[in-house]
T-cell receptor
Framework: QQQVKQSPQSLIVQKGGISIINCAYENTAFDYFPWYQQFPGKGPALLIAIRPDVSEKKEGRFTISFNKSAKQFSLHIMDSQPGDSATYFCAASMYGNTGKLIFGQGTTLQVKP | GAVVSQHPSRVICKSGTSVKIECRSLDFQATTMFWYRQFPKKSLMLMATSNEGSKATYEQGVEKDKFLINHASLTLSTLTVTSAHPEDSSFYIC?????????????FGPGTRLTVL
């Protein structure tokens, strides 16, 4: 299965709160899991990415948690800010597949001031 | 960081005409470029993968004669939508990847909004 399932579809968080977005995959051959942020009318930009040999990666306010046995990974945005309001996509790719990315369905995050 | 540009950013055309969209990697050589299509409030759908100097590989269901892709140099790929119809109206996004490691980050362009009247 090539699908990556992402939830929730939309999320509203108060300023300063934690935003959590989850993704699940089936194909155990996936070995690269990036998260992208997209603002309306713009292309996606890489936020943070993880490989399955680690269970967590943190960059600033953004953290990826990875559960290899459950085939799930999640993005945590700490101290969420109104400027974080955007659509977030998880993705997965596998070595030797030209780097082709399989995207999740996307989560629209709104951070209320 | 690496920058990918797209031109034009918006295009409006009449039904039946062809439209060319350019994707350029400005400060790196892109061995592989990808073309995506995105409908409003939807995810990115990969259309095709192109490697410099070779024919593009199209995803299942994408008409190669409809969406012509040329990757003539390490910094330029073009997508031509031939005989465009209103159903081709969409947001088209390219991305570029350098090197041979599949873990190399893909850098996305800003997208091109195509409206076919």
């Amino acid at each position: 299965q090539q699908q990556v399932k992402q939830s929730p579809q939309s999320l509203i968080v108060q300023k300063g709160g934690i935003s959590i977005i989850n993704c699940a995959y089936e194909n155990t051959a996936f070995d690269y899991f990036p998260w992208y942020q997209q603002f309306p009318g713009k292309g996606p930009a890489l936020l943070i990415a993880i490989r399955p040999d680690v269970s967590e990666k943190k960059e600033g306010r953004f953290t990826i948690s990875f559960n290899k046995s459950a085939k799930q990974f999640s993005l945590h945005i700490m101290d969420s800010q109104p400027g974080d309001s955007a659509t977030y996509f998880c993705a997965a790719s596998m070595y030797g597949n030209t780097g082709k990315l399989i995207f999740g369905q996307g989560t629209t995050l709104q951070v209320k001031p | 960081g690496a920058v990918v540009s797209q031109h034009p950013s918006r295009v409006i055309c009449k039904s039946g005409t062809s439209v060319k969209i350019e994707c350029r990697s400005l400060d790196f050589q892109a061995t592989t470029m990808f073309w995506y299509r995105q409908f409003p409030k939807k995810s990115l759908m990969l259309m095709a993968t192109s490697n410099e100097g070779s024919k593009a590989t199209y995803e299942q269901g994408v008409e190669k004669d409809k969406f012509l892709i040329n990757h003539a140099s390490l910094t330029l790929s073009t997508l031509t939508v031939t005989s465009a119809h209103p159903e081709d109206s969409s947001f088209y996004i390219c991305s570029a990847r350098s090197g041979t490691s599949p873990y190399n980050e893909q850098f996305f362009g800003p997208g091109t909004r195509l409206t076919v009247l």
